[in-house]
């Protein structure tokens, strides 16, 4: 069964546009919902109108797969926020969903791209987080659809 089990959003980036300075300091603060805007990403984003037809609007992120980092780098305390990625799902392929448009809670999305882990990983999640997430990084996505997504329940 698929699920939304966190959404998050972010006011203003802390790697982007930061090589060679210290990281920011804007929280991905969790959202029971959030508005998806067609063509413009979330509503209160940090990528909301980023750029005109921009391949990441949202980001997804699998919560298995943030299970296993946790394990694997025996980092228990790592929190899925520090990922930086939109929505935390469950149950779904998402490498899988690249090139393809899928509906996620009646919104339809388009798989862009997997959301490569960078350099800033290790500081975020722990030592060894970009080497390890390297094809596990996520999807991103374009919204072609309005709707609003939220947290399923428990």
């Known amino acids: 069964m698929s699920r939304i089990e966190q959404l998050y959003v972010s006011a203003g980036h802390n790697f982007l546009g930061h090589h060679g300075r210290p990281a920011g300091e804007h929280q991905a603060v969790a959202v029971a919902e959030v508005e998806c805007v067609a063509g413009r990403g979330l509503r ?3 990528y909301f109108d980023h750029k005109e037809n921009y391949k990441g609007q949202v980001t997804l992120f699998a919560q298995e797969v943030f299970e296993e980092l946790r394990r694997s780098l025996a980092l228990p305390r ?3 926020a520090a990922l ?3 929505v935390l799902v469950s149950g779904y392929d998402l490498n899988g969903l690249i090139g393809r448009q ?3 809670q009646g919104v339809l999305l388009e798989g862009t791209e997997e959301c490569r882990p960078c350099y800033w990983m290790d500081q975020a999640i722990g030592p060894g987080a970009e080497a390890w997430l390297r094809g596990r990084g996520g999807l991103r996505c374009r919204i072609l659809t309005d709707g609003w ?3 399923s329940a428990p």
């Open 44 to 46: 209160g984003d940090r």
């Open 78 to 80: 790592a929190q899925p």
């Open 84 to 86: 930086r990625r939109n």
């Open 102 to 104: 899928f509906e996620l």
């Open 149 to 151: 997504l939220r947290r």
